[in-house]
């Protein structure tokens, strides 16, 4: 697959809750990464494209789940998006050493992130 989900994000307003009930759900193993601006928690799900959660950045806005697609050039594929009738909602940012990643809506309205890793995907 040339674009494939590489990340899925739980964006919530209770962390510690969701943390508790994913955990103990699934038996995803869930380990607390500091960032600059709060608490990350990357979620092994023991195969296939794990994923992580965070404190809703987005104020008011419901908890929810965020797909993260692949790709080989975030800034031509952010422009592309555009082009063909989405909206970035949040243009191309770098996230620490780890690569850059864009947020748009499709013509329907649904939201996608895109990610390019600062390192090749293995």
């Known amino acids: 697959m040339a674009h494939p989900f590489v990340h899925v994000e739980l964006h919530t307003g209770d962390l510690k809750k969701a943390k508790e009930f994913y955990s103990k759900l699934f ?5 607390d990464e500091p960032m600059p601006d709060g608490t990350y928690t990357m979620i092994d799900v023991g195969g296939g494209t794990g994923g992580g959660m ?4 987005t104020p008011g806005t419901p908890s929810h789940w965020m797909a993260y697609v692949g790709v080989d050039d975030i800034h031509a594929s952010t422009k592309m998006a555009k082009e063909l009738g989405g909206k970035v909602m949040l243009d191309v940012k770098e996230v620490g050493d780890f690569g ?4 748009i809506t499709d013509p329907t309205g649904a939201t996608v992130a895109m990610w390019k890793p600062k390192t090749p995907h293995k």
């Open 54 to 57: 965070m404190t809703n950045p």
């Open 27 to 31: 038996g995803w193993k869930l380990k």
């Open 100 to 103: 850059w990643m864009s947020v």
